[in-house]
């Protein structure tokens, strides 16, 4: 009886025993599981992170004015074109540029152009160097219409998509300049990363299980059975070393696994990133020889025989002076038609020009008196010239020449948009044509603006006004705007249009006092 109850008692232990490892089997498989998903979408952001940083350090790079434009809240039509191209081969559906105080000055989403995209914390946080990271839910319909436009068709408009922002600041000696901000959808990144250690996740709760029942089933045979236990107990042992060893090479396979992903992606975004620079160093190669050949072309075989016709003009016109031949208004129609080739050959040679910046030290206001003084003998004399300086003593460094060329061009647009060119009459008669040219010292550094009361530009022509070859006039090739824009990127600076139709256009040219020393591109 006593031996019963002791063999019954010893039964309930081992039963107890068997079901407390069994209670802690599920637990950790449980626990298992649910590390599995986290650890997923902990490496969805990993990625999704040194994809923003990758990204963003090649967006700075690319920026005509690289972290100046931070500073500057500005960014040539041409930065916005190559940060398009980068963002095609990224999942990021959206990028803000935010200068130090938080206010977005571009936006791959224009209506976020002017606003603030950022908290007192994340100000924080990004004034230490730190990148910060939030996470949203969206609907699928709600992300930007490019990203919207892929998944449609694939997912409901109302499916919720895991989103990640990663502000990145953009820093230099002085402290933060500002912060790019990167919109990732990570929904299928993060779903990638969970099915695969799902599997892992998967193999080694097999093994646990396994090693589970093993124990339990040699616990309780031994319980039941103490004499015939042993054999059974060393087979047992055996098995779980096995299975043991199983579990930890499973593990092992689950870490390589990891790696090679990690490795997989590292090249990914290596060869995406040598890619994206072999085919721009492509596009700027190929737009420079063609530029070039058309320039030398240009050059060579126009220029000269336009001296020779000037110079046989000049002859004819020494032979029959005085003669009755009534040759003197062809010949000038000869003159002024020679003047406008060469002066088309100029606009080429000035787009075109690569060397560079030959800077000197001068006197901003002192330099556009005199230049706006000989320049006022070359226009109309029925337009009238007024200046306002307001630099004083302000000198800075510039190349003389291109800035000649850029100055002249402004003014000359004017004029020619008031009262035409030669025999070639504007579009529109203007009273009293005026052009005030005004100079003062702002943040961002030297303004010179050059205004006119002529016609003003249409909202059609001001979007294509930028491009090269585009044109309005009956005379030029388009290249004289495009050129002053040039010579001012080549110094760091930028030209403001503000026109308004049948009230007049102010073309405003800046650059900043102190001059980096580059080559010019």
């Given amino acids: 009886m006593s031996e019963t109850a002791d063999s019954a008692g010893g039964d309930r ?11 802690g089997g599920f637990a950790i498989i449980g626990a298992a599981w649910y590390s599995a998903h986290q650890f997923g979408d902990r490496m969805a952001e990993q990625q999704a992170l040194r994809e923003a940083r990758t990204w963003s350090a090649k967006a700075v790079k690319s920026l005509v004015f690289g972290k100046d434009a931070f500073t500057q809240a500005y960014i040539t039509s ?4 190559r940060l398009y191209d980068l963002l095609q081969v990224t999942d990021i559906y959206r990028y803000n540029l935010l200068d130090a105080n938080g206010k977005v000055f571009w936006s791959s989403r224009l209506s976020q152009v ?54 990145v600041p953009v820093s230099d000696s002085n402290g933060l300049l500002g912060a790019l901000v990167s919109y990732m959808d990570v929904t299928d990144s993060s779903a990638w990363f969970s099915h695969m250690i799902d599997q892992g996740a998967t193999l080694l709760c097999i093994a646990l299980a396994v090693i589970f029942i093993s124990v339990g089933a040699l616990i309780l045979s031994f319980g039941r059975d103490r004499r015939r236990h042993l054999v059974q107990v060393t087979a047992a042992r055996d098995e779980a070393v096995r299975s043991e060893a199983e579990a930890r090479e499973l593990t092992q396979e689950l870490q390589q696994v990891n790696e090679r992903v990690i490795t997989l992606n590292r090249d990914l975004a290596d060869h ?14 190929g737009k420079l020889a063609q530029l070039g050949q058309l320039t030398a072309t240009v050059a060579h075989e126009i220029r000269n025989p336009l001296g020779a016709v000037r110079t046989a003009t000049y002859l004819i016109e020494r032979k029959t002076k005085d003669k009755g031949l009534a040759i003197e208004a062809p010949l000038q129609r000869i003159a002024n038609g020679v003047s406008r080739c060469d002066g088309i050959i100029t606009e080429l040679l000035d787009f075109a020009r690569s060397k560079a910046l030959q800077l000197e030290d001068l006197s901003v206001d002192d330099w556009i008196a005199g230049l706006v003084e000989e320049e006022a003998q070359h226009l109309p004399s029925s337009v009238a010239l007024e200046c306002h300086l307001g630099l004083g003593d302000t000198r800075t460094e510039f190349d003389n020449g291109r800035m000649q060329r850029m100055l002249i061009n402004l003014l000359s647009n004017a004029a020619e948009a008031m009262v035409g060119k030669g025999d070639v009459a504007p579009a529109q008669h203007i009273e ?14 030297v303004e010179i603006a050059v ?3 002529g016609p003003g530009i249409s909202p059609e022509n001001l979007k294509k006004i930028r491009e090269p070859l585009f044109t309005t006039k009956s005379f030029g090739v388009g290249l004289g705007l495009p050129a002053v824009e040039k010579i001012l990127e080549q110094h760091g600076g930028g030209l403001d249009i503000d026109t308004a139709e049948g009230k007049g256009t102010t073309m405003t040219a800046w650059f900043p006092i102190h001059q980096a020393t580059k080559e010019v591109a």
């Fill in 451 to 453: 205004a006119d009361n």
């Fill in 13 to 23: 232990k081992f039963v107890a025993a068997l079901l407390a490892l069994a209670v």
């Fill in 78 to 81: 041409n930065d916005r074109s």
């Fill in 432 to 445: 009293n044509p005026l052009i005030v040219v005004t100079s003062r010292l702002a943040a961002r550094g």
């Fill in 114 to 167: 002017g606003t603030t995209d950022t908290t007192p914390d994340i100000a924080r946080e990004l004034a230490k160097g730190k990148v910060v990271v939030r996470h949203d839910i969206l609907k699928a319909s709600d992300i930007d219409s490019v990203s919207w436009h892929r998944l449609k068709g694939k997912v409901a408009a109302d499916a919720p998509r895991k989103v990640t922002e990663i502000y």
């Fill in 272 to 285: 995406m990133q040598k890619l994206q620079a072999a085919q721009d160093e492509i596009i700027r190669k």
